[in-house]
């Protein structure tokens, strides 16, 4: 089966609605392709977001205004219990989700509603014991947001724009998108994150309501309910050409500050600094997000693809396994290498 055929074959599997690729090598993206239709729509990245993050850390570092071996607290000026319990993590530590945070907690559901960010997460850090090793943290990129605007001195979509989207020519990548744009939705309810509250024993009565469509606002309850749509560890809309141009740069650089953040760190579960290695993908490296996006980027072979789903746009909670179906995807393009490396269109 080549990559048209398994990506047919996610719709008729339930898999996912609808879905969107397109592969990018170093001399450009490809066409986008769609199950249906022309694409070209735009889809909620999810923690896709975490990639762009990651490049404006990284380009902060490039400039020298920032450090990977930079402290947290030093970098954010804390004081008190915040100060001590993140006095030891680094800039690195949190792009690769080795600072001991925990992996998720709903700030939006804070039961004294306006409290700021650092005094909820000092609450949370006082009733949770350290984390040890690799644990996927939002909690960590939500850290990385301030950083990046304490250090440019940018509102956080404004420092996207600036230090990624802008000098890597991405156009069609945004926060808060505009209900003008051919927006995919992007899922029917917080049912998920319902379930998830459940089991902390944690009310919020602001989820939408149930088999509603939500379009152009993150499915990520902290990035649409707490962080207003603008956060660091998701909530950025684009389409598979925008995640496809990244994905290129990477493929381009010969810039060390970049070229680390492909290669896995020590002790870090496979995580690099920003993308990670692992099942989703065979060869290189890439990122997932929980709406079933995806970029893969493969420098060694010279090639990659983003993939944007919107496998929660359905009635009941998706049970296919979306990391395995991403893996055939991948699969499927490796097995047309030949051809992509004679120049020949992939199908």
């Not at 009310?203 to 649409?224: E, K, M, T, Y």
């Not at 749509?229 to 925008?242: E, K, P, Q």
């Amino acid at each position: 089966m080549c990559v048209l055929d398994v990506m047919q074959q996610g719709v008729r599997d339930g898999v996912f609605p609808y879905g969107e690729w397109v592969v990018f090598t170093r001399a450009g993206v490809g066409p986008v392709r769609a199950t249906q239709g022309e694409g070209g729509r735009w889809f909620d990245c999810a923690s896709l977001t975490k990639v762009f993050t990651a490049t404006a850390v990284l380009e902060l570092v490039r400039r020298g205004t920032l450090a990977l071996d930079d402290r947290a607290a030093n970098r954010l000026e804390l004081t008190g219990f915040l100060a001590e319990r993140l006095r030891d993590v680094t800039v690195q530590m949190l792009l690769t989700h080795t600072a001991g945070l925990p992996a998720w907690y709903p700030f939006y559901a804070d039961h004294q509603a306006g409290r700021p960010f650092p005094v909820i997460l000092e609450a949370v850090l006082r009733e949770t014991p350290p984390e040890t090793g690799m644990v996927y943290s939002d909690l960590g990129f939500m850290l990385l947001r301030e950083i990046v605007c304490r250090v440019s001195g940018l509102a956080f979509d404004q420092a996207i724009e600036r230090l990624v989207c802008r000098p890597l020519g991405i156009g069609e990548a945004c926060f808060c998108p505009p209900q003008t744009l051919p927006l995919v939705p992007s899922c029917r309810d917080n049912g998920v994150e319902e379930r998830m509250c459940r089991e902390k024993g944690i009310a919020f009565s602001g989820f939408c309501p149930h088999r509603q469509d939500v379009i152009g606002l993150p499915n990520d309850g902290n990035a649409r309910y707490f962080f207003h749509g603008i956060s660091g560890h998701a909530g950025l809309f684009a389409t598979a050409r925008a995640l496809a141009q990244l994905g290129t740069f990477y493929l381009r650089t010969e810039d060390p500050v970049f070229l680390r953040a492909l290669q896995p760190q020590p002790g870090c579960g496979g995580r690099c600094l920003g993308f990670h290695t692992g099942a989703p993908f065979p060869t290189g490296c890439g990122h997932t997000g929980f709406t079933g996006t995806s970029l893969w980027i493969d420098r060694a072979g010279g090639f990659g693809m983003a993939i944007l789903t919107n496998r929660l746009y359905s009635d009941t909670p998706p049970v296919a396994n979306m990391n395995g179906f991403r893996a055939a995807v991948h699969e499927a393009l490796l097995r047309e290498k030949d051809r992509l490396n004679r120049e020949e269109p992939p199908c």
